[in-house]
């Protein structure tokens, strides 16, 4: 099994709609996570850290289940401007090493 | 603040020659982090350092080399390039620890030809 696991897409949603990822991880340990975001060519950016009891930013709710090991990334209203790929990093291993997922792409249409 | 930096955007290498990519970040943070990227695939770490002197291999370290003479400057070093090595590259930093949020530069886009 991936450390982390994402589904890679893409998701084709139209403007105004609502959709959720989810990003499953293998090591029961694992402290940290969070989701990036990363546009076309361009860097990943922090969208939000992802704690135990949820939280939310806008439009963006991020939940962790910890039963399951999968956190998901719900937006609500899309905007044109959400489309990019998102990112599920998980703390890994006895290294203490943060690990990418390779990310879930989004495409908000008109 | 200029947050992380990197240069150069992009490079062509003949397969033999070599380089170095240069990282600065100016947010006083401790981690450093050498990823790279290839297309559909995740960020595989290179190097990383905890600190000024101290650097680490990651999932990849084979054909880059690293130092860390200062808190501000990572650099990488590719030596005898090689296609397999062509690639998008990221330097990132983060404060407090390995798993603390990490702030990534823009990359640097390199072919090896």
């Known amino acids: 099994r991936k450390e982390v696991e994402q589904d890679p897409g893409p998701f084709n949603v139209p403007e105004g709609a609502t959709v959720a990822f989810n990003c499953t991880y293998s090591n029961s340990a694992s402290q940290s996570f969070f989701w990036y975001r990363q546009d076309c060519r361009k860097e990943p950016k922090l969208l939000m850290s992802v704690y135990s009891s949820g939280n939310e930013d806008g439009r963006f709710t991020a939940q962790l289940n910890r039963a399951s090991q999968y956190i998901s990334l719900l937006i609500r209203d899309s905007k044109l401007s959400d489309s990019a790929t998102y990112l599920c990093?998980?703390?890994?291993?006895?290294?203490?090493?943060?690990?990418f997922g390779t990310g879930t792409r989004l495409q908000v249409t008109l | 603040n200029a947050g992380v930096t990197q240069t150069p955007k992009f490079r062509i290498l003949k397969i033999g020659q070599s380089m170095t990519l240069q990282c600065t970040q100016d947010m006083n943070h401790n981690y450093m982090y050498w990823y790279r990227q290839d297309p559909g695939m995740g960020l595989k770490l290179i190097y990383y350092?905890?600190?000024?002197?101290?650097?680490d291999k990651g999932e990849v370290p084979n054909g880059y080399n690293v130092s860390r003479s200062t808190t501000e400057d990572f650099p990488l070093r590719l030596e005898l390039a090689a296609p397999s090595q062509t690639s998008v590259y990221f330097c990132?930093?983060?404060?407090?620890?390995?798993?603390?949020?990490?702030?990534f530069g823009p990359g640097t886009r390199l072919t090896v030809l």
């Open positions: 990093v998980v703390n890994t291993g006895t290294a203490s090493k943060l690990t």
């Open positions: 990132a930093s983060s404060y407090i620890s390995r798993t603390d949020t990490q702030y």
């Open positions: 350092s905890v600190g000024a002197g101290i650097t």
